[in-house]
């Protein structure tokens, strides 16, 4: 009798622990900031990036000079800041598009549910997908 109920206990033991896994391997984390700077386009677009700040900031300066007004330099700022903003998105778009088209091709060859930014998993398992997406993007 003892030796049905260890067998069952066992069998139970096992199945859970397999669920546990199967659970666990649908969801994948990724480190989307080193998925970004292994992006074979990332130091072109950082460039040009750099570029557009120190123009837009010397725009700012100049255009700033020409009023002590403080309305009129936080609304310089904001004008300044708006243009970064879409200049950053236009240049960074293309390559988010590519990361999150990469990551999806991942997460259905893994068979994950889920993919969610590394440190978001708070209990539990997940599977790190981040070098499979970096190597896709090469």
Do not use: C
């Amino acid at each position: 009798m003892n030796k049905k109920i260890m067998t069952v206990v066992m069998a139970a033991a096992m199945t859970i622990g397999t669920m546990g896994s199967t659970f666990a391997a649908g969801l994948g984390t990724i480190d989307l900031s080193a998925v970004l700077q292994s992006h074979p386009k990332f130091q072109q677009t950082m460039t040009t990036w750099q570029k557009d700040v120190q123009k837009v900031q010397k725009d700012f300066q100049d255009e700033a000079k020409k009023t002590t007004d403080k309305k009129a330099q936080e609304e310089l700022v904001q004008k300044y800041n708006m243009k970064l903003n879409k200049q950053r998105i236009a240049l960074f778009s293309p390559l988010e598009k590519d990361i999150l088209e990469k990551t999806k091709q991942v997460k259905q060859e893994k068979n994950l549910d889920y993919v969610v930014l590394k440190g978001s998993v708070v209990d539990g398992q997940s599977q790190d997908i981040t070098a499979d997406v970096a190597a896709k993007l090469k």
